[in-house]
Nanobody, 120 residues
């Protein structure tokens, strides 16, 4: 089993920056691709960014050029550097990971989420 724990959320003014971190523990060797999702109040959870084991990343159009996803060499910690934040970036940010033995990008593991609030 894999546990994901997010940190780094908080309250920031529009235009500011935050860096989110997600650490995997447990059966870390089974972790493959990782991603960040977010859910705003009253809205569905949406993909923000994802990164493969080889470091290939993709982003939602709404965050391209402002957010950067990265992972460490051990491939069990993923970061989300968020810059030029907007009020519409507000939401709970969740870390997700899939398993080497599962289907790619069908997330097997989820963190509890960290709140990001951007004030105008």
């Amino acid at each position: 089993q894999v546990q994901l724990v997010e940190s780094g959320g908080g309250l920031v003014q529009a235009g500011g920056s935050l860096r989110l971190t997600c650490v995997a523990s447990g059966s870390r060797s089974s972790v493959s691709n990782m991603a960040w999702y977010r859910q705003a109040p009253g809205k569905k959870r949406e993909l923000v960014a994802a990164i493969t084991t080889l470091g290939s990343a993709n982003y939602a159009d709404s965050v391209k050029g402002r957010f950067t996803i990265s992972r460490d060499n051990a491939k069990t910690t993923v970061h989300l550097q968020m810059s030029a934040l907007k009020p519409e970036d507000t939401g709970v940010y969740y870390c997700a990971a899939d398993s080497l033995v599962g289907r790619p990008f069908e997330w097997d593991y989820w963190g509890q989420g960290t709140q990001v609030t951007v004030s105008s």
